[in-house]
């Protein structure tokens, strides 16, 4: 899975992270060297197939520049469940974020930088790292490996202690960060990925217990988003801007979520 905001040299949303912003073709260009680190990574691992899944917007990842060895699932609106399977044998996150409201998280949000303030799932916040891992949980498969800012690293690690996390940039306030150059967070990354994936025998994958309650706090601006969510069928109103779905596991709630 990929996202663009953590990967190194991408400094703003609205220069770098959206579409028409003036170093947005730079950024999807850095974002996809990254991608190819990990691929790389994974191939000297030994592996016998990647898939990379797209998962910056209407799509981050150059398949012109893409790793020819890697196969690209982008496009919008993607199906659930991402990809994924029982039959892989490891994920990595590359380019990540820190959830919304973390302490020096570089572009740090979950989901929406402007209309959403807290996701909760079982009563304990995630970020878009979280909701993935347990995506990947949910088949039993353990997320191996997290690259981003510092502090998306570090939510990696209180989620699931033994992923491999790989810092290239570390922020020092919400729109500001000290980050390595380009080249050296593709060594970092490679490297990475060869021990996250040397390591994913005693990974453990990171597993919601069910049934599955998701809560979602919209900000005071999109109010009107959580009343719309709250029509849909078993959404509950918690307050002006909360909303409340449950699911037997974590990808019925996100689709009733989500679609």
């Given at each position: 899975m990929?996202?663009?905001?953590?990967?190194?040299?991408?400094?703003?949303?609205?220069?770098?992270?959206?579409?028409?912003?003036?170093?947005?073709?730079?950024?999807?260009?850095?974002?996809?060297?990254?991608?190819?680190a990990a691929v790389?990574?994974?191939?000297?691992?030994?592996?016998?197939?990647?898939?990379?899944?797209d998962g910056?917007?209407?799509?981050?990842?150059?398949?012109?520049?893409?790793?020819?060895?890697?196969?690209?699932?982008s496009?919008?609106?993607m199906?659930l469940?991402?990809?994924?399977?029982?039959?892989?044998?490891?994920?990595?996150?590359?380019?990540?974020?820190?959830?919304?409201?973390?302490?020096?998280?570089?572009?740090?949000?979950?989901?929406?930088?402007?209309?959403i303030q807290?996701?909760?799932?079982?009563?304990?916040?995630?970020?878009?790292?979280?909701?993935i891992?347990?995506?990947?949980?949910?088949?039993?498969?353990?997320?191996?490996?997290?690259?981003?800012?510092?502090?998306?690293?570090?939510?990696?690690?209180?989620?699931?202690p033994?992923?491999?996390?790989?810092a290239?940039?570390?922020?020092?306030s919400?729109?500001?960060?000290?980050?390595?150059?380009?080249?050296?967070?593709?060594?970092?990354?490679k490297?990475?990925a060869?021990?996250?994936?040397?390591?994913?025998?005693?990974?453990?994958?990171?597993?919601?217990?069910?049934?599955?309650?998701l809560?979602?706090?919209?900000?005071?601006?999109?109010?009107?988003?959580?009343?719309?969510?709250?029509?849909k069928?078993?959404?509950?109103?918690?307050?002006?801007?909360?909303?409340?779905?449950?699911?037997?596991?974590?990808?019925?709630?996100?689709?009733?979520w989500?679609?």
């Open positions: 990929t996202d663009m905001e953590g990967v190194a040299g991408v400094l703003s949303f609205d220069d770098h992270a959206n579409r028409g912003g003036r170093w947005y073709d730079l950024s999807r260009k850095l974002l996809t060297q990254e991608v190819n790389d990574g994974a191939f000297e691992a030994g592996v016998d197939e990647v898939l990379v899944v910056h917007g209407v799509g981050g990842v150059n398949i012109e520049e893409l790793d020819i060895r890697a196969r690209l699932l496009g919008s609106p199906p469940p991402l990809g994924l399977d029982e039959t892989f044998k490891a994920a990595f996150i590359v380019g990540q974020h820190a959830m919304a409201g973390t302490r020096l998280g570089h572009l740090s949000h979950t989901e929406s930088h402007e209309s807290n996701v909760w799932l079982n009563g304990k916040k995630h970020g878009e790292l979280g909701i891992a347990a995506m990947a949980g949910h088949f039993k498969v353990p997320t191996a490996l997290v690259t981003g800012d510092r502090a998306a690293c570090l939510e990696g690690k209180v989620l699931i033994e992923v491999e996390a790989v290239v940039k570390e922020g020092v919400h729109g500001a960060a000290i980050s390595v150059v380009p080249a050296e967070a593709r060594r970092l990354i490297e990475g060869k021990a996250a994936l040397a390591k994913s025998e005693r990974v453990r994958p990171y597993t919601l217990r069910s049934p599955v309650e809560r979602v706090e919209y900000t005071e601006g999109h109010k009107g988003s959580a009343e719309m969510m709250a029509q069928p078993g959404a509950r109103k918690i307050d002006a801007r909360t909303i409340r779905l449950e699911g037997a596991d974590v990808l019925e709630v996100l689709r009733k989500w679609y």
